[in-house]
């Protein structure tokens, strides 16, 4: 196991820190651009940015998908990318279909994977989470101040 950890690990490391990148970024330009529009009726821009937010961390989290399959395939798991692909996405998922197991040598990195996919999605909740939080609490500030 302590192997598995080992090959893992970069690859772990290359997701927490392209996560934190999303973020950051995600964060700073939802805050720019609100500044940018407040006081204004602003519903398409409020759409548009949670959109955005999304979009973006959908991408990230195809493209952690997409990394931990090419190390299946560095790892000699699958002979092409769209197996090795949807077998990703299902660990860093946490579906768990178990209709393709990889061979016992690495045969846990699938819940290493999976424990770094459910960290990662419940990142992108709570960024999702925050920028629908501010838009409720911008909305309800507009509405007490007209009422």
């Known amino acids: 196991m302590s192997f598995d950890l080992l090959v893992a ?7 927490l820190v392209m996560q934190g990148f999303v973020v ?3 964060l700073r330009r939802y805050a720019r651009y609100r500044r940018r529009w407040e006081g204004r009726e602003k519903m398409w ?5 949670l959109m ?6 959908l991408i990230c989290n195809i493209a952690q998908i997409a990394i931990w399959a090419a190390l299946f395939m560095m790892l000699g798991e699958f002979k092409t990318f769209m197996p090795a692909l949807y077998h990703s996405s299902v660990n860093f998922a946490t579906l768990g279909y178990g ?3 990889m061979s016992e040598r ?6 290493i994977e999976a424990a770094n996919g459910i960290l990662m999605f419940g990142m992108s909740t709570s960024l ?5 939080l501010d838009v409720i609490k911008s909305n309800m500030a507009r509405l007490r101040e007209g009422a």
């Open 52 to 57: 955005a937010v999304m979009l973006l961390t």
């Open 106 to 111: 690495w045969r846990l990195l699938g819940p």
């Open 24 to 26: 950051a970024i995600c």
């Open 45 to 49: 821009m409020e759409i548009a940015l």
């Open 9 to 15: 690990a970069p690859v772990m490391l290359v997701c």
């Open 99 to 101: 209709d393709i197991v």
């Open 128 to 132: 999702m989470t925050a920028a629908v």
